[in-house]
């Protein structure tokens, strides 16, 4: 047990650039993920099978777009990226053009269909313990992804995965988005950005 964690907390503070990335990391990002995806599909599914199968189907469609339109162009591609996805998108898609992968710049407009698969929910969710009542398990799908957006992500995303990663040293367009936003906001607070 001592011998895993020295490795795990080697690899967390280490700024190494990983060609392929240890599965335990994998394993942290997919269940942060999934649990987002279980906790709004619980709440779609509560309020009616309808939508519950309404919402499997938007975040098949979100995941099949990543694997088609970003992974065959990372240099993750057939290989084990923080996600694990570019495996999955060599199954599914050709390779791509890896000088393609940077080409777009990202606005907040393009982060729209993926907000809507938590802010859904998260809607619903609220007007179901309005409507129906409380119900715990309504509450902790619907406070989840708020844990997850700001106490999950900045460690699974800016201690696990970006850090370690070489599409984002060579051009990642969420990285600079996300990067950029986090400036401005440290500027706005009149502090010297420490990214
Ligand atoms: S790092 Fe992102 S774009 Fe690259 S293979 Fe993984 S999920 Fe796809």
């Not at 199968?53 to 084990?80: D, Q, T």
């Not at 923080?82 to 060599?90: E, L, T």
């Not at 040293?169 to 706005?188: E, I, M, V, Y």
Request: charged share 20%; hydrophobic share 45%.
């Amino acid at each position: 047990m001592k011998k895993i964690k020295k490795k795990v907390k080697k690899e967390v503070f280490s700024a190494a650039i990983y060609d392929g990335y240890p599965a335990w990391i994998i394993v942290v990002t997919a269940t942060t993920a999934i649990a987002t995806y279980l906790a709004g599909g619980y709440i779609m599914f509560t309020l009616h099978f309808l939508t519950g199968w309404l919402y499997v189907a938007y975040v098949l469609i979100m995941e099949c777009s990543l694997y088609k339109e970003a992974c065959p162009n990372c240099c993750y591609y057939g290989k084990l990226c923080a996600f694990g996805k570019g495996k999955i998108a060599k199954l599914f898609f050709k390779k791509g053009d890896s000088k393609k992968f940077g080409t777009r710049k990202l606005t907040w407009k393009d982060l729209i269909p993926q907000m809507l698969v938590v802010l859904v929910p998260l809607l619903v969710g609220v007007a179901l313990l309005i409507s129906r009542g409380w119900n715990w398990l309504i509450f902790i799908a619907v406070l989840y992804p708020f844990l997850n957006w700001f106490m999950l992500n900045p460690v699974v995303y800016g201690q696990l995965a970006c850090k370690h990663c070489k599409q984002g040293r060579k051009c990642c367009p969420a990285l600079q988005f996300f990067s950029k936003k986090s400036k401005d906001n440290h500027k706005s607070h009149g502090k010297q950005s420490t990214i």
